[in-house]
């Protein structure tokens, strides 16, 4: 089924209402899904609003935080997320480096007491649209082995660049260190599907196609020992660094409805005018773009692709088309609007 995103966000607004969230941090966390499934992550997208509002309904998220910087040492601060929604905690503190950049030229923010906080894009985005250049990590619950291991260790631990443009989108990265993002296993699993061989092992340490093994087992990191490695570091700036939880600490999203998550989140941001005129940066790097986009294509390929650029056009696409809902997903998200008593989804 297709719904417009006008409805998909109506929809998910008045859920996270219903689930006790006020008007304005229920609208950002809608906003969060919404822009993964306009861009085609639809494992970030509205098919997380059942697990985000059983979490709030049980009380193991904290729908009205109370969020502060506890910490701040000129262009560096120490943000207490209060167990609040991991989108409303990011957007607060990606709000309070973006201003402190602008001031400083460069900041900085560790994050702790937060939960899942949905596509890193957003934030990244956010601090492009305003001039700067964004960084955005986060750790996650355990999921992952490091290079060599068995067991889950790590969480995809996933990171995001975003360079502003003074011509066009922003050039945008954004992915895991696991060769997969979770969510993508978690639905296949929901459907009894396959995944490609090389994604996990089963929870013998055995290499499997199965989904629903796999989400018993562990993610593999990319490339062995390069995506293992940045999980590291993105769980010691999101979780060390904010002196929260970080590894097999940090709890399960979908299995522990008894203790909060403790998920921590890193952000940084660059003002490249600090650095130069004005404009200066975002006009070199349309001319690196430029560069890219002309280069000589390999045998096969019919147009080189920027960083985030796929997406973006999926974005001007559905923003205009309406967004894909597979039917478990519609059923899912139905139940969950009779459990919070808000009118069903309706294309």
């Not at 499997?208 to 087992?217: C, I, N």
Request: glycine share 12%; net charge negative.
């Amino acid at each position: 089924m297709k719904f417009s995103p006008d409805t998909l966000k109506e929809f998910a607004t008045r859920c996270f209402r219903a689930a006790g969230v006020g008007t304005l941090h229920a609208e950002q966390i809608a906003e969060n899904l919404l822009l993964a499934d306009l861009r085609g992550v639809g494992s970030h997208g509205v098919t997380r609003i059942p697990i985000y509002t059983e979490r709030l309904v049980a009380g193991v998220v904290n729908p009205k935080p109370d969020m502060k910087v506890v910490r701040e040492t000129g262009a560096l601060a120490l943000i207490d997320g209060d167990n609040g929604p991991g989108p409303v905690v990011s957007y607060f503190a990606n709000a309070h480096v973006i201003q402190a950049a602008k001031k400083f030229g460069i900041a900085a923010a560790a994050v702790g007491s937060s939960n899942h906080n949905g596509i890193l894009a957003a934030y990244t985005m956010e601090a492009a649209a305003a001039g700067l250049i964004g960084v955005a990590a986060t750790n996650a619950p355990k999921s992952m082995a490091v290079v060599g291991g068995r067991e889950p260790l790590v969480g995809t631990n996933p990171l995001s660049f975003a360079l502003p443009r003074a011509d066009g989108s922003p050039v945008v990265l954004d992915m895991a260190t696991s060769v997969v993002a979770r969510g993508k296993i978690v639905e296949l699993a929901k459907r009894g599907g396959s995944i490609p061989e090389g994604w996990a092992l089963d929870a013998d340490g055995r290499p499997t196609t199965d989904a629903r093994a796999a989400e018993q087992g562990v993610i593999l990191p990319f490339s062995g020992g390069k995506g293992s490695g940045l999980a590291i570091i993105v769980e010691a700036l999101c979780g060390i660094l904010s002196g929260g939880l970080f590894g097999p600490q940090i709890n399960n999203l979908y299995s522990d409805f008894v203790n909060p998550q403790g998920v921590g989140h890193f952000f940084l941001a660059i003002d490249p005018a600090a650095l130069g005129e004005h404009g200066q940066f975002e006009s070199r790097v349309d001319i690196f773009a430029g560069m890219i986009k002309a280069s000589l294509k390999a045998v096969g390929v019919e147009e080189i692709l920027l960083p985030g650029e796929p997406e973006t056009r999926l974005e001007q696409r559905t923003r205009l088309d309406g967004i894909e809902l597979p039917p478990n997903v519609v059923t899912d998200l139905n139940e969950t609007a009779a459990k919070l008593r808000v009118p069903a989804l309706q294309s």
